[in-house]
């Protein structure tokens, strides 16, 4: 694995977790408000709050793959 495979794998990564962690800070600040205001939580909004773990997920299922595309594109 050559050095710049490994540092497009590490930033790949650190975007996923970025994502991650936006996504759970939503949905944490979302049930505070909830609980604090003495409203119920709706579905939807759960729903539209988790979009960013899902593609944190997902680019971290498929970080080996995009950090080949970013390691490609870097030597051309």
């Not at 497009?8 to 944490?28: E, K, N, P, Q, S």
């Not at 579905?43 to 971290?60: E, K, N, Q, W």
């Not at 299922?61 to 595309?69: F, G, H, N, T």
Request: overall charge positive; hydrophobic content about 55%.
């Amino acid at each position: 694995m050559s050095f710049y495979n490994r540092i497009a794998i590490t930033i790949v990564r650190l975007v996923a977790a970025g994502f991650l962690v936006v996504g759970v800070l939503d949905l944490a600040l979302y049930w505070f408000k909830s609980h604090h205001d003495q409203t119920p939580m709706s579905v939807g909004r759960c729903v539209y709050l988790s979009i960013p773990l899902v593609i944190g997920v997902a680019i971290l299922v498929k970080s080996s793959a995009l950090a080949r595309m970013v390691d490609q594109y870097l030597d051309e």
